[in-house]
């Protein structure tokens, strides 16, 4: 089965590209045999950087499962996930991750994410991108507020 699911999430790759939806990946996330998820990369035709196959499977399983985790799934990738993929599927709480082509694969192809792993591995007063705090205090408050909220949903 995990062939077959990987075949799909390589299909759905190809079919994204050739109709000019983004980037050649794909990706589906399976739950106990069931597609529940399907997404390839759509960054260019949606204008949106963070619209990466892996994170678009993850809207629509969660939109399906009318669910904000999705424990019990597995997730089929074309390729392996960059940083923001990785994170998400790690907020997603998925439990298993198949890949196809990996990081070396895609830098060969011309999608390098070793800038990013290389900047994250920074302090924060050494990457390319200034960050600056600010407010701390103020921000705190509403932390403060979030931990005393008794309606609140912990995710």
Same mark, same amino acid.
């Not at 998820?37 to 949606?46: A, F, I, P, R």
């Not at 939109?63 to 998400?88: F, H, R, V």
């Not at 998925?94 to 990996?102: A, E, Q, V």
């Given at each position: ?25 794909? *990706? %589906? ?9 399907? !997404? +390839? $990369? ?45 994170? *998400? %599927? ?9 890949? !196809? +082509? $990996? ?53």
């Amino acid at each position: 089965m995990k062939k077959k699911y990987m075949k799909e999430a390589i299909t759905l790759a190809r079919w994204g590209m050739e109709n000019n939806k983004g980037g050649p990946f794909g *990706a %589906i996330i399976v739950m106990e045999g069931e597609i529940v998820g399907w !997404g +390839c $990369n759509t960054v260019t035709s949606s204008n949106d950087p963070t619209a990466h196959a892996e994170v678009n499977a993850i809207r629509d399983a969660c939109k399906n499962m009318k669910d904000y985790t999705l424990e019990g799934c597995e997730i089929y990738t074309s390729c392996e996930p960059c940083p923001m993929c990785l994170s *998400a %599927i790690y907020w997603a709480k998925i439990d298993r991750i198949y890949y !196809g +082509c $990996n990081k070396e694969d895609a830098a060969y192809a011309g999608f390098v994410d070793d800038e990013l792993y290389r900047e994250l591995s920074l302090p924060r007063d050494r990457r390319s991108i200034p960050t600056e705090q600010l407010m701390r205090e103020d921000a705190m408050e509403v932390f403060k507020n979030w931990r005393e909220k008794e309606d609140r949903l912990d995710y």
